[in-house]
């Protein structure tokens, strides 16, 4: 029996591989979201400053997300995600040299946040896109509820405590740490197998289409009149909000309350234990249903979600005592996942095949903080 081959009730070989390499993507990814913050508050006081850093990661998302989807459908995927773990990983080495020789610019500090979110929108999408292409249709809710069950437990659970802990340490140690892990995931990235690199279900052109006007063709029908349009916005507004929010938090955490920077892992990392029972929940739905919550439903969620975990950091502020106060903050995302976890069904079936990339990149990232 070949090493790829599928065995029944379980996900075939090559989805274990591109998970894994997902998986340390998202490691690095939230090494650098907590290291990031603290390395900007040793260099401006402005809490301005340390919310907008936070919030920049988003900005590529929204601005080059139709086209790096476009690219994407264009491209060998497996080359895609593992050239974009190899640039994010150079980036971040590049941050690590200079937080070890010297002061770091604040301009460098941002221009490299955008660069790698830039890279991201590409990197991300092309791994999106291989679920569907490694894994049977039958089983492709199961495989985003386990992909999507890893980001959240790595990325929130194990990222954001290691991160603060080594940064404690030494200032360069989570970006070191963050450019290893992206390697590694490149290099698992080049083994998947071909089938990986093309759509599972080629999409026939009479001609290639322009790259260009498949981008204004996945942004006019993400955007016409409907659910979609009205989820991408929704949860945009949503993402945007929370980023802002969360670099506030950080630094009230840490020069408000006083927190150690080595504990503000512990501390952050409650938010994701509300996160975590959104992707089982998401197949249990699946199977009780057959689809879960439909797309047309799904602006809901989020602004249902908005009016329960909003409240969370306004009781935060209100309680007196601190260990109240951090009480709430878990329930804040613990409201979110009723739309996030059914986000990659919406995305991959609400998107047509001629410009699947297009509006899929955006729409499954437009809810990302």
Known sequence: MSADAVVPGRLPGPFYRLWSAGLLGNLADGVGMVAVPLLAMRISDDPLVVSTIGALGLLPWLLLGAFSGAVVDRSDRRRAMGGGALARGLL??????????????????????????????????????????????????????????????????????????????????????????????????????????????????????????????????????????RLVLVTTALAATMQFAQGSLVF???????????????????????????PPCRLGWSRASGVGPRCSELPRWPACASRSSGRCPACSVALPASWWRRSSWPAQPAARPPGTCSRPRCASGSCPGTCSGACRVPVARSWSG
């Open 252 to 278: 009230y955490l840490v020069r408000g309350v006083g927190l150690p920077e080595a504990a503000l892992g512990l501390v952050t990392a409650g938010m994701a234990v509300g996160e975590c029972w959104g």
């Open 92 to 229: 971040l080495a590049t941050l690590a040299v200079a937080a070890t020789v010297g002061h770091v610019p604040l301009w460098v500090l941002f221009a490299t946040v955008f660069a790698v979110a830039c890279v991201e929108t590409v990197a991300d999408g092309a791994a999106q896109a291989m679920v569907p292409s490694v894994v049977g249709a039958d089983r492709l809710d199961a495989a985003n509820s386990r992909y999507q069950a890893g980001e959240l437990i790595t990325q929130g659970l194990v990222a954001l405590p290691l991160g603060t802990a080594l940064f404690a340490w030494a200032t360069s140690a989570p970006f070191v740490v963050g450019a290893a892990a992206y390697v590694t995931a490149a290099v698992l990235a080049f083994t998947l197998p071909r089938s990986a690199a093309r759509a599972a279900v080629p999409v026939q052109h009479a001609a290639p289409e322009n790259v260009w006007r498949a981008t204004a063709g996945g942004l006019r029908y993400t955007f016409a009149p409907g659910p979609l349009r």
